[in-house]
Nanobody, 126 residues
Framework: QVQLVESGGGLVQAGGSLRLSCAAS????????MGWFRQAPGKEREFVAA????????WYSDSVKGRFTISRDNAKNAVYLQINSLKPEDTAVYYC???????????????????WGQGTQVTVSS
């Protein structure tokens, strides 16, 4: 069982930056792949970024590539999302998620993840 708690969201002006954090419980954090998703009002949850277990390969959605960076600190049981050059369309609730190792993991599908946090709100003003 893994419990995830996000933090770091807030209200920021366009062009600004935020660093989201996700604290995980459990002693086997390093064996999980971690992902960030977001959901804007009236829209489906969408993939943002993911990092695998092991060598830590990363994937990003096209809409955030070059602006967002996912990282993890296994010693601290934490995963981060550095968000730069924020745009109003980045406004959403951001969720972190953990996935058990599977051969079919791609990082991009919400149904690949086993545990979810409660989310943190990011609001970008123009």
């Amino acid at each position: 069982q893994v419990q995830l708690v996000e933090s770091g969201g807030g209200l920021v002006q366009a062009g600004g930056s935020l660093r989201l954090s996700c604290a995980a419980s459990g002693r086997t954090f390093s064996s999980y792949a971690m992902g960030w998703f977001r959901q804007a009002p009236g829209k489906e949850r969408e993939f943002v970024a993911a990092m695998s277990w092991g060598r830590g390969s990363t994937w990003y959605s096209d809409s955030v590539k070059g602006r967002f960076t996912i990282s993890r600190d296994n010693a601290k049981n934490a995963v981060y999302l550095q968000i730069n050059s924020l745009k109003p369309e980045d406004t959403a609730v951001y969720y972190c998620a953990a996935a058990l190792p599977t051969s079919w993991y791609t990082g991009r599908g919400p149904d690949e993840y086993d545990y979810w946090g409660q989310g943190t709100q990011v609001t970008v003003s123009s």
